[in-house]
T-cell receptor, first 115, second 112 residues
Framework: DQQVKQNSPSLSVQEGRISILNCDYT??????FLWYKKYPAEGPTFLIS?????DKNEDGRFTVFLNKSAKHLSLHIVPSQPGDSAVYFC??????????????FGKGTKLSVKP | DTEVTQTPKHLVMGMTNKKSLKCEQH?????MYWYKQKAKKPPELMFV???????INESVPSRFSPECPNSSLLNLHLHALQPEDSALYLC???????????FGSGTRLTVV
């Protein structure tokens, strides 16, 4: 059973426009959510996170929205740049586990930003 | 220093070989992790070390043996691997608050 789902394997956006990446989860115990960006042949890079006590977190061009009732989160990138082209992973954990919390990853969405 | 450094970047080994993957961080993180990533799949957790003690082993076969000699170093000893163990092995670290794992760039392992 997939606890973290990214239903769109790929997304193509024009440079300067908004990229919206979506993520759904099924485990109501998840209370901390993260987005990672991964370039080919590199490890994932932490991008932005949100705790379940918030519904929005913003960092520069990146904003994560959390809808707990729908068990849905999304990552907005505005404006999109060609350098944003990468695979984006959504991840979730139950923070009550502290450093032992297991990060559950979605399968990723490949974002292509075209000049 | 805000990086997790993994060596080697690439490794080809035979099924009878013994090799080790190394991971190092100097961010003062007291939790360190090994992940395995197959092509086009998300990383899968293998081991978690918390304060240099193994706290999670996700039912990993014994041919993978982790070691945490000190708070900055994490090793993964490999012995008698199978071709299906070929993957990208990622090390990560985090503070004990579990905020924002920092991943290394990985070791690309090929078992022949």
């Amino acid at each position: 059973d997939q606890q973290v789902k990214q239903n769109s394997p790929s997304l193509s956006v024009q440079e300067g426009r908004i990229s919206i990446l979506n993520c759904d989860y099924t485990n109501s115990m998840f209370d901390y959510f993260l987005w990672y960006k991964k370039y080919p042949a590199e490890g994932p890079t932490f991008l932005i996170s949100i705790s379940s006590i918030k519904d929005k977190n913003e960092d520069g061009r990146f904003t994560v929205f959390l809808n707990k009732s729908a068990k849905h989160l999304s990552l907005h990138i505005v404006p999109s740049q060609p350098g944003d082209s990468a695979v984006y992973f959504c991840a979730a954990s139950a923070m009550g586990g502290g450093s032992q919390g297991n990060l559950i990853f979605g399968k990723g969405t490949k974002l292509s930003v075209k000049p | 220093d805000t990086e997790v450094t993994q060596t080697p970047k690439h490794l080809v080994m035979g099924m009878t070989n013994k090799k080790s993957l190394k991971c190092e961080q100097h961010m003062g993180h007291r939790a360190m992790y090994w992940y395995k990533q197959k092509a086009k799949k998300p990383p899968e957790l293998m081991f978690v070390y918390s304060y240099e003690k193994l706290s999670i082993n996700e039912s990993v076969p014994s041919r993978f043996s982790p070691e945490c000699p000190n708070s900055s170093l994490l090793n993964l000893h490999l012995h008698a691997l199978q071709p299906e163990d070929s993957a990208l092995y990622l090390c990560a670290s985090s503070s004990v608050s579990n905020y924002g794992y920092t991943f290394g760039s990985g070791t690309r392992l090929t078992v022949v």
